[in-house]
């Protein structure tokens, strides 16, 4: 048989043809499915929710500790649903609120109650959405996100992490232009808001620094609101307003739990809230009790509790560690005591087990800052008093010091003369070559751990009686700690930074951080 014969068999060719056939509609399903991807890539749609206070529950009724705020943002809410009184005035509607602070302080939850609030339209968006890998697509949304809220005006449009989308522009960066693209229309769409377009939009991000300038200039972002770490006030309402949705004894002193978690956020608090509430059902109980929001702060720093057992040396060497924060913080004027200690191990703990009962502040003196060198370093020269060498239980604290000592030198100038030099990140910074600022960064560390080991030289039985009722019972108030080393409304009354710049002789090279 030739080949050709061989070739017009049905058996040959036939299945030659449905492979050619099924490669083709292969190829074509393929191409389909690209072309719907990269349609499904410029589409885009916001999280739009016609925020109505019945509908959400978020007002500002459900905002605490940000009064300052909220008094700002109700103009806006008043601007939006009655604008009469503002126009008669020539006012116009702010077209751009940033908001701005650390995470958890409750900028979305601002945004939400000020929708709820004005009954409008919120579209809710995260700047990272914008962004692909095609130029032209973040663009392309920033239009559709801003033309729809232009058709259901009055509205709020809310773009989470700002920074993402509108951070500074870079003329060598080629690689981050479709960044710029997103950017340009973004300040466009801004440019072309009218007086009567009744659209706001908020940004959020905890890193301002980050963003163009352009962004940033009256006429788009018209409003530019810190908001910040509530003060010991705020965290109270913030506390009593997320228990008041719970069952809790009525016990529970309030004012005392929010000056015990300073620097909190109010994400942070209502964790808090949330962890209590947890370990009064794991208990079988009925309500929230002091002891399970003093577990919830614990958890909240250091974690759960540890079911490691510590050994005899172990144990007693974190007791006198801590006990040696204690003592100090006590003792030294310009510092707040702590309102409790413990050496209870909890997983991952840092090392850090005191709950400072410091009232807020927004200005400190050298000498209040050294006091607080000196107690962060305390723990540290407690052992080196008592078992000769350091350990590293003081990691955390070390790190703190560290920090706050460069805070001094760079930012605030408190250890020599210095002239200005401009910004970095954001924050002040003054001339200071590095290595001679690393210099006077170890100078004050060790001047106050050798503070810290005079200090307790002269108080070794009151630093004993501490670590050793520690070492009992485990956790400790303030006031048990006060008792325990025979202490009533004791401070040292002469300077404390006196015996910080008058070094003594006796401590020699003990200090670990010889300079």
């Known amino acids: 048989m030739s080949l050709l014969d061989t070739a017009l068999r049905p058996a040959f060719w036939i299945p030659s043809l449905l492979i050619l056939v099924g490669a083709y509609f292969a190829v074509r399903l393929s191409n389909k499915k690209a072309m719907e991807g990269f349609k499904s890539i410029n589409s885009f749609k916001a999280d739009k929710t016609k925020t109505t206070p019945h509908e959400?529950?978020?007002?500002?009724?459900?905002?605490?500790?940000?009064?300052?705020?909220?008094?700002?943002?109700r103009e806006v809410k008043d601007f939006l649903t009655d604008p009469t009184r503002f126009q008669n005035l020539g006012a116009q509607l702010p077209h751009g609120l940033l908001l701005y602070g650390p995470s958890g302080s409750g900028k979305t939850l601002l945004a939400r109650a000020l929708a709820g609030e004005g009954g409008v339209p919120f579209y809710s968006v995260s700047a990272a959405s914008f962004v692909e890998v095609y130029v032209g697509v973040g663009a392309s949304r920033v239009r559709q996100l801003f033309d729809e809220a232009k058709k259901n005006a009055p509205a709020i449009v809310f773009i989470d992490e700002l920074d993402a989308v509108g951070r500074r522009r870079n003329s060598e960066a080629a690689g981050e232009r479709e960044y710029d693209h997103t950017l340009n229309q973004l300040l466009v769409e801004l440019d072309g808001f009218s007086a009567d377009s009744g659209v706001v939009l908020i940004g959020a991000t905890n890193r301002p620094e980050m963003i163009d300038g352009a962004l940033l200039r009256p006429g788009r972002f018209d409003r530019r609101i810190h908001v910040s770490g509530p003060d010991v006030l705020g965290r109270e309402q913030i506390l009593r307003l997320h228990a008041a949705k719970r069952p809790c004894s009525g016990s529970i002193d309030w004012a005392s739990v929010a000056k015990r978690t300073v620097g909190l956020t109010g994400a942070e608090l209502a964790n808090i809230i949330n962890e209590a509430s947890f370990l009064a059902a794991r208990r079988q109980r009925d309500y929230i009790g002091s002891e399970e929001v003093d577990e919830a702060m614990d958890r909240a720093v250091s974690g759960p509790r540890s079911g490691r057992a510590m050994g005899d040396e172990e144990k007693r060497l974190i007791a006198y560690h801590e006990a040696g924060h204690a003592l100090l913080s006590l003792l030294l004027k310009g510092v707040k005591p702590v309102a409790r200690v413990s050496i209870v191990g909890r997983i991952g703990d840092s090392g850090r087990s005191m709950w400072s009962s410091a009232e807020d502040g927004q200005v400190m003196t050298r000498r209040e800052l050294m006091a607080k060198l000196m107690v962060l370093l305390a723990g540290v020269a407690s052992e080196l008093y008592t078992f000769g060498e350091p350990s590293t239980r003081a990691e955390d604290d070390l790190r703190e010091a560290s920090a706050l000592a460069r805070?001094?030198?760079?930012?605030?100038?408190?250890?020599?003369?210095?002239?200005?030099?401009?910004?970095?990140?954001?924050?002040d910074l003054f001339s200071r070559p590095d290595e001679a600022s690393g210099l006077e960064v170890r100078k004050l560390m060790k001047r106050a751990e050798q503070a810290s080991m005079t200090i307790i030289q002269d108080n070794s039985q009151r630093l004993r009686a501490v670590a050793e009722g520690l070492i009992e019972r485990e956790t400790l108030s303030v006031d048990e700690v006060a008792r325990l080393a025979g202490l009533a409304d004791l401070r040292i009354e002469e300077s404390e930074f006196a015996a910080v710049t008058n070094l003594t002789e006796r401590l020699g090279d003990r200090s670990s951080f010889s300079a």
């Open 56 to 73: 959400t529950g978020v007002t500002f009724a459900d905002v605490a500790g940000l009064d300052e705020v909220i008094a700002e943002l």
């Open 407 to 427: 805070k001094m030198v760079e930012r605030w100038a408190m250890t020599g003369k210095y002239e200005f030099s401009g910004t970095d990140n954001g924050r």
